[in-house]
Nanobody
Framework: VLLVESGGGLVQPGGSLRLSCEES????????MGWFRQAPGKERDFVAV?????????FYADSVMGRFTISRDNAKNTVYLQMNGLKPEDTAVYYC????????????????WGQGTQVTVSS
């Protein structure tokens, strides 16, 4: 499985970005997909996860609830993270991940990872 993120960049506080994660390989669309982020000197933290299928259940970290939305389009083999109301503390490298074996909120449980995309929120 290959995951490729895109859509990161520099945005002012209060702005929006949409991240994309394109999947390729066997089993596309049949497993949950998650987004994590890692700021310098910090651990990789859970952001959001979506279950398989175009109407999969979603779960969010408390810190992004109501501001971020995860979605997937299996026809395009892509998972999205729409980020609104961005804050400086959202600055991090954002990673998509696939196929967790246990706890969907724990990075260690995911089998496959993308290379990451930088999001910087600054005025």
């Amino acid at each position: 499985v290959l995951l490729v993120e895109s859509g990161g960049g520099l945005v002012q506080p209060g702005g929006s970005l949409r991240l994309s994660c394109e999947e390729s390989g066997p089993g596309i669309g049949t497993y949950p997909m998650g987004w994590f982020r890692q700021a310098p000197g910090k651990e990789r933290d859970f952001v959001a996860v979506i279950n398989s299928g175009n109407a999969g259940a979603t779960f969010y970290a408390d810190s992004v609830m109501g501001r971020f939305t995860i979605s997937r389009d299996n026809a395009k083999n892509t998972v999205y993270l729409q980020m609104n109301g961005l804050k400086p503390e959202d600055t991090a490298v954002y990673y998509c991940a696939a196929d967790p074996e246990g706890n969907w909120r724990r990075a260690e449980d995911y089998k496959f990872w993308g290379q990451g995309t930088q999001v910087t929120v600054s005025s």
